[in-house]
């Protein structure tokens, strides 16, 4: 079974603040991405990165950044937290860069920022 | 960039009626277009998907079309039952990259 787990599933932050939201996958998969979830708005992708030191902008990536140091670990980073990031946050894996597979998402971080 | 659209936004059916979800999609490119369910408080989980090259594709109570002609695409569940309550979301490819387009999700309810 895919594990796809996310650092925490409720965080709450200060404006100004950074912010670190960790991912981590245990298949061994090459794509990752980042997504943040609002009523009504869907799930809009921030960033992804398909191989280790390797990141894309998605539809969103405005106030954020992205790490990849080791293949199962993707991380997001908020540089400085405003209020109009309180969101829930998913992280995703997939197989392969070149074909389209199913995406395995995380649990989710509930962000809250103050 | 590719621009998904769904419809309806809520869906509300009586438990053992069909329910059916359509989406629109924009990039003529697009070859790949799953369905993801996400339940209360739960992570979305994939429920179907299909490929260009096939027009329909079925699994139990669940079914796929695909009209790439006109770049539209629908779920159809037959015989909703109460835990099929959910949010759905269609999604489709970007070309270039292997990352996916969502559609804003339909939150359907089957009422007992």
């Known amino acids: 079974d895919v594990k796809v787990t996310q650092s925490s599933r409720y965080l709450v932050k200060r404006t100004g603040e950074k912010v670190f939201l960790e991912c981590v996958q245990d298949m061994d998969h090459e794509n990752m991405f980042w997504y943040r979830q609002d009523p009504g708005l869907g799930l809009r992708l921030i960033y992804f990165?398909?191989?280790?030191?390797?990141?894309e902008k998605g539809d969103i990536p405005e106030g954020y950044s992205v790490s990849r140091e080791k293949k199962e670990r993707f991380s997001l980073i908020l540089e400085s937290a405003s209020t109009n990031q309180t969101s829930m946050y998913l992280c995703?894996?997939?197989?392969?860069?070149?074909?389209?597979?199913?995406?395995?998402f995380g649990p989710g971080t509930r962000l809250t920022v103050t | 960039g590719e621009n998904v659209e769904q419809h309806p936004s809520t869906l509300s059916v009586q438990e053992g009626d069909s329910a059916v979800i359509k989406c629109t999609y924009s990039?003529?490119?697009?070859?790949?277009f799953p369905w993801y369910k996400q339940e209360l408080g739960k992570r979305p989980q994939l429920i179907i998907d299909i490929r260009s090259n096939v027009g329909e594709k079925k699994d139990q109570r669940i079914a796929v079309t695909l009209n790439k002609t006109a770049k539209h695409f629908s779920l159809h569940i037959t015989e909703t039952q109460p835990e099929d309550s959910a949010v759905y979301f269609c999604a489709a490819t970007n070309s270039g990259y292997s990352t996916l387009t969502f559609g804003k999700g339909t939150m359907l309810l089957v009422s007992p």
């Open positions: 990165s398909y191989d280790v030191k390797m990141k």
């Open positions: 990039d003529s490119a697009s070859n790949y």
């Open positions: 995703a894996s997939s197989l392969w860069r070149t074909a389209i597979y199913e995406q395995y």
